[in-house]
């Protein structure tokens, strides 16, 4: 028997953990917040949906979607972050510093790929696979988050 969304319900609850997820990423809490907020939206569901049968498959589902709305905004407030703080520049120079530190010890093959690097399409590569990696390990650690409290706390439920 496989338990039933309910939208308005679910909506709710997986705004507020992505809203949650977002913040503790932002402070840097990104491998145990995340889940925790996943965690969180499990919770929330089940409170708003009296006699919900809860699985792990539905908490995935809720955690994975939490992880989606909480990278779009964690993008969206770092993104502001970014361009509010005056520190665009700088964040390009400290990552062009930390490439060459990194070239430093492997020299030839290296100097070749900090040269790409240092190029504005190696800029956009280096954003594109940074964005790319964040939005994974928001989907990953919240479908975790979210499956663990599906298993918990619909275990409950069988009792």
Known sequence: MSAKLHSAEARQAVLLAGLLQALFALFGFWFI???IAAFFSVAFYKRRVIGASLNPGLGARLGLISGAIGFVIFALLGS???LLSHTAGGLREEVMKQLEEIAAQYPAQ???ALAYLRSAEGW???VAMSTIFTLLAFLLLSTIGGGLAGG???RKDRR
């Open 110 to 112: 290296a100097q070749q």
């Open 152 to 154: 918990i706390l619909g």
């Open 124 to 126: 956009g590569f280096i």
């Open 33 to 35: 917040g995340i889940p």
């Open 80 to 82: 502001a972050e970014i």
